[in-house]
């Protein structure tokens, strides 16, 4: 699972959500989250000379924003402000799922694994604006992100947020899966980051159970912990 050559990016007969070599891929179905406003934005950049990249300097205004508004809550009200503002993260995570996912069926055809992916890769491409690039089959799920537009502002800390929009996000999925008949648990495991110095942002996605959910839980307690005690020791 190492960073390779990664032609499809270039190919610009398509946009960069819509390929998937997989023949299910077809068959997945998903909604655009905030359809209201994307159809909006499509029609001013048809009719405009607004630059598209400006986009991505008002988004990172809103996510530096959020960054600043935890550590100030966890500076200020401490475990109950991280409390607070970590639950927010979530809740929108759960609203982008259902947003993606109501109204839509699985197809028969399309195994579990093959149907998280393809949600990982709507959340990935479009939810998170990344390039990505995913692998399914024989039991192994993961992706590689291989720009992120947070990479060259995040620190390797700042993605913290990302778990509580995930968790969110799987938790929608779970919801979503468990009313069509799919039971199975999946879990999320990061393994590298590029704002921590590596070439990709590598996540493996595994069947889990009871324990790996309690894992996951122990480690966000840590996180939300050593955070806190950062939050203490910061000096203005």
């Known amino acids: 699972m190492t960073k390779i050559d990664r032609p499809a990016h270039r190919d610009k007969s398509h946009l960069h959500w819509q390929q998937r070599t997989e023949k299910n891929w077809q068959k997945f179905q998903y909604n655009q989250p905030y359809a209201k406003g994307l159809t909006n934005v499509k029609k001013v950049l048809a009719e405009t000379n607004f630059d598209p990249a400006t986009l991505w300097q008002w988004g990172t205004m809103q996510a530096m924003a959020l960054i600043e508004v935890l550590k100030s809550a966890e500076k200020t009200f401490g475990a109950e402000g991280q409390k607070l503002v970590l639950g927010a993260l979530r809740k929108i995570g759960h609203d982008i799922g259902s947003q993606i996912l109501t109204g839509t069926e699985i197809d028969a055809d399309t195994s579990t694994d093959e149907w998280i992916s393809f949600y990982a890769t709507v959340i990935n491409r479009i939810a998170y604006a990344s390039l990505e690039t995913p692998a399914v089959g024989d039991g192994d799920i993961h992706f590689h992100i291989d720009y992120c537009p947070h990479q060259d502002m995040y620190s390797a800390m ?53 324990s790996s959910q309690q894992r996951w839980s122990r480690y966000t307690e840590i996180l939300e912990k050593k955070n806190l005690k950062l939050a203490r020791d910061r000096i203005e």
């Open 158 to 210: 700042d993605c913290r947020v990302q778990r509580y929009f995930v968790q969110g996000m799987i938790d929608a999925a779970r919801d979503f899966a468990k009313s069509k008949g799919r039971d199975d648990i999946y879990d999320v495991m990061f393994r590298t980051t590029i704002p921590a110095g590596y070439a990709t942002c590598l996540f493996k996605i595994e069947k889990g159970d009871a």
